[in-house]
């Protein structure tokens, strides 16, 4: 979804700590590649998972059930499970209404989810309204430019014009291809990559190449929130006891799908040491910045800088505290826009800031 310059200081002050991960657990640390998709592979593939019938049940009664209601993961429609109906999935469908809600398979079963346990792992399994999820079919997710886009989904709305509120809580689609809502985003990339790393044999590839670098983006831009840290561990109870390994750790996409991309942190990361809004003037900047490099209370061991889809812009190692104190940069010739620094100081303390460019 595009969005235009003038809103990036509102977007800013908004969302200062839209990076963070709710908690995170590094998984096998130094391991990168091949080998770390097998340690993924052999941990946390699961031998067993519930009937197509019985998952879709756990998922409507338990994983995505709030107070007797169902949501569609694509428009936020919702409806009213009676909880004591014997057949929850015949409640939801309304006799295969548009309105009704089915499950939607975030890897499409045309793409590899037809078979064996790839059809009911609830790791890529989500509640949709029923029109929402034919409309995605089996197209890749991508970005898709506003003034392209042929139809705008939220609620049971189907708008064929551009919303004029909200617009971030609708889904999209063109012929081809289907962008999720943006608090989706994320939950999508970690389900993909979740699947093709556990059933990469029966998945096609193409398919999934075609995204990766768009997945890669949204799993940064959307982190894990508590709910998705909550729901991994629900399907595990009926999995082995195997949670989805990329929403335990937001450095695994970078260390097997996503060269190149940022570091993620924890949320918890984000505040390890106060002032770091101060190490960047001006800001916002369109020619000349200084990064101030120590302060009375702590001395920087490195900062990167990164464009907001993730590529690495400026990377500064220091080995001990840096006399001048400063890093003079021109960025003139840069991007408009928002990047962000990674911050860490001597001791292991880490920070992020965004930096404005006009």
Request: proline share 4%; charged share 20%; aromatic share 14%.
């Amino acid at each position: 979804m595009i969005r235009p310059i003038y809103l990036l200081l509102l977007f800013v002050l908004l969302i200062k700590n839209c990076f963070g991960q709710y908690r995170n657990q590094i998984l096998f640390p130094g391991e990168n590649g091949t080998h770390l998709l097998n340690l993924l592979f052999d941990n946390y593939k699961t031998a067993n998972v519930l009937n197509y019938t019985d998952a879709r049940v756990k998922l409507y009664k338990e994983i995505y059930n709030v107070h007797d209601t169902v949501y569609c993961v694509y428009s936020h429609h919702g409806l009213y499970l009676d909880p004591n109906y014997s057949n929850p999935i015949d409640y939801l469908s309304k006799g295969g209404s548009n309105n009704g809600i089915n499950c939607e398979h975030t890897f499409p079963q045309s793409k590899g989810a037809d078979a064996g346990n790839a059809r009911s792992d609830m790791h890529h399994l989500f509640p949709a309204r029923a029109a929402v999820n034919e409309a995605r079919s089996n197209y890749p997710y991508s970005e898709i430019d506003d003034t392209k886009t042929k139809t705008w989904y939220y609620l049971a709305e189907e708008l064929a014009t551009k919303p004029k509120t909200l617009v971030d809580q609708y889904s999209e689609s063109l012929s081809g291809f289907f962008e999720p809502r943006e608090d989706h985003k994320g939950n999508v990339a970690r389900a993909i990559f979740y699947f093709f790393t556990m059933y990469e044999i029966q998945s096609d590839r193409a398919f999934f190449e075609s995204m990766r670098p768009t997945l890669c983006t949204w799993h940064l831009q959307d982190p894990v929130d508590s709910l998705e840290w909550k729901r991994t561990f629900m399907i595990s109870q009926y999995q082995d006891g195997k949670a989805n390994p990329f929403v335990l750790d937001c450095t695994l996409p970078q260390r097997c799908y996503c060269e190149g991309l940022i570091n993620c942190f924890s949320s918890a990361e984000d505040v390890k040491f106060e002032g770091a809004d101060n190490l960047i003037s001006p800001n916002p900047a369109s020619e000349l910045i200084r990064i101030y490099l120590n302060t009375s209370d702590f001395s920087i061991s490195q900062f990167r800088i990164t464009s907001m889809d993730g590529k690495l812009i400026l990377a500064k190692e220091f080995s001990e505290p840096v006399a001048t104190g400063h890093v003079d940069l021109n960025i003139s010739d840069w991007t408009s826009g928002i990047y962000i620094v990674r911050w860490e100081a001597f001791g292991g303390r880490i920070a992020t800031t965004r930096l404005i460019k006009l």
